[in-house]
């Protein structure tokens, strides 16, 4: 099993920048892939971006391209987000994730079904 703790949300204004953290513990030599999902009240929940675990293969959602960073310090089992110009549109409950698919290692996915462990989310509110 792997724990995941996410942390570092909060209220930010327009054009802010936040990092996310997500620490895992338990079983981490499973993880192959990590992700940040988030979901805004009456939304679905959707896919910002994942990292291959150790390979460090990066993905983005066309909405956060070039203005979101994911990133890893497998040393101290984190996952952070570093968000930089941030918009009303990016309030969210953010969502880390882990995936324990060696198939995932150089591929990282999108889709939250392949995912296996999750956090329980921390909250970003980005007032204009």
């Known amino acids: 099993q792997v724990q995941l703790v996410e942390s570092g949300g909060g209220l930010v204004q327009a054009g802010d920048s936040l990092r996310l953290s997500c620490a895992a513990s338990?079983?981490?030599?499973?993880?192959?892939?990590m992700g940040w999902f988030r979901q805004a009240p009456g939304k679905e929940r959707e896919f910002v971006a994942a990292i291959s675990w150790g390979a460090g293969f990066t993905i983005y959602a066309e909405s956060v391209e070039g203005r979101f960073t994911i990133s890893t310090d497998t040393a101290k089992n984190t996952l952070y987000l570093q968000m930089g110009s941030l918009e009303p549109e990016d309030t969210a409950v953010y969502y880390c994730?882990?995936?324990?698919?060696?198939?995932?290692?150089?591929?990282?996915?999108?889709?939250?079904?392949?995912?296996?462990?999750w956090g329980q989310g921390t909250q970003v509110t980005v007032s204009s």
């Open positions: 338990g079983r981490t030599s499973s993880i192959y892939a």
């Open positions: 994730a882990a995936d324990r698919s060696p198939s995932s290692r150089y591929r990282p996915p999108r889709l939250s079904v392949s995912y296996n462990y």
